[in-house]
């Protein structure tokens, strides 16, 4: 190689080792191979070379060229290397240390669904009702069928339902489009009398700036003999104002339809549209779905409508988390940004209770 050659060689050499970050390292590719670069210059310059020289000293720049290529990409490669070494060191994250409750709110903290989970425990713990569960993949059968939601009825479109491949018995699981099979789970298993709600994830096909395809509700059921709609009123005006910390929020019940209620209501609270204050303002907010127990939903599930009653009522988790602390979008529920996290998370040594207002 010939002198000028192995001295742009050991200058680039010397070069990208001296080049510790990615922005040093692209000056030394464009100094070397840019349009104004040394190499440049001297592949231009092989037209000057004497034609009996020049084919000699166009195989030795290419040879060169090739080399030189090499180098600098390997030095790239390095350097990148190196980057996402330090990244990941400096944003590493031990998620086995305990949380830190010196940190209000931080790291560690309480998700505000699991808070309103929570909250809904404690109050409804406090009016004596316990907490029951179920699968997220669920039967047809308990669903819909139990609960008075015929094949082919439309309600079964309305739930935009995820279902799975079919079983041995030729029928297609579903994720559970609400919390209500739970209620049939519980009549199935335990005699009356019965006071349980039912906390858990549900599935349905949507997707926007307040639905998810996956999104949690809670589910009330209370079974006993004489029960009637003043029980379901009293308990449910408890619940809700306790739940929001205002003591004369107004509660509406308007007359709805649920195929396993009968009467079926809705249950609206007061607030301002146009503030989205709660409590006041005169407009009113669909909050839950309530009713009596339909008797042919006590009848799928074992239990005399000639000797027991009650009532169920059903809401959504993220929505009434939502309309509790004012927050506008449903989505970064489970972005896990540590920044919202910071923001909405609770201690996790302070659990609610009914002493304080939830
Ligand atoms: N399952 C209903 C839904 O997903 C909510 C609901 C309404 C539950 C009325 C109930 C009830 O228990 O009585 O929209």
């Known amino acids: 190689m010939s002198e000028d050659l192995a001295a742009l060689a050991a200058a680039t050499e010397a070069a990208l080792a001296a080049a510790d970050d990615l922005r040093a390292w692209d000056a030394v590719r464009v100094g070397v191979l840019g349009r104004n670069g040394s190499l440049t210059a001297l592949l231009k ?17 290419n040879r060169l060229k090739t080399s030189l290529e090499a180098a600098i990409e390997g030095r790239r490669v390095a350097l990148d290397g190196a980057a996402l070494d330090a990244r990941l060191l400096a944003e590493k994250l031990d998620v086995s240390l305990p949380p830190r409750p010196g940190l209000p709110g931080g790291e560690g903290g309480i998700h505000p669904i699991s808070r309103t989970l929570e909250e809904l425990t404690a109050l409804f713990g406090a009016m004596g009702f316990a907490v029951a569960e179920g699968p997220d993949i669920e039967s047809d059968w308990l669903n819909f069928s139990a609960l008075n939601i015929p094949e082919h009825h439309p309600a079964r479109q309305d739930h935009d339902t995820f279902y799975l491949p079919a079983g041995a018995d030729g029928r297609r ?3 559970r489009t609400h919390t209500s099979p739970v209620q049939a789970r519980t009549m199935l298993g335990q005699a009356p009398p019965i006071r349980v709600i039912v906390p858990g994830r549900t599935y349905r096909a949507d997707h926007d700036a307040t639905h998810s395809p996956m999104f949690h509700q809670v589910e ?9 709609l003043g029980h379901l009123k009293g308990c449910l005006v408890d619940f809700l104002r306790a739940f929001f910390g205002i003591a004369d929020l107004p509660v509406r019940f308007r007359a709805s339809y649920f195929p396993f209620t009968e009467p079926s209501m809705e249950v609206d609270i007061g607030w301002s549209r146009k503030t989205g204050e709660l409590g006041k303002g005169g407009d009113w907010l669909e909050i839950l779905g309530s009713g009596m127990v ?3 939903v006590l009848a799928n599930c074992g239990i005399d409508p000639r000797e027991w009653q009650g009532f169920a009522f059903g809401m959504g988790i993220e929505r009434i988390t939502m309309l509790k602390h004012g927050m506008p979008d449903l ?9 919202w996290l910071r923001h909405w998370a609770t201690n996790p040594l302070a659990p609610p209770s009914l002493a304080e207002g939830v």
């Open 220 to 228: 009330g059921l209370v079974i006993d003999r004489g029960i009637h």
């Open 173 to 175: 699981p579903v994720l």
């Open 331 to 339: 989505r970064p529920f489970y972005d896990s940004d540590i920044r």
């Open 294 to 296: 339909h008797p042919r």
């Open 45 to 61: 310059g092989l037209g000057q070379v004497p034609a009996d020289q020049r084919k000699d000293r166009g195989a030795a720049l």
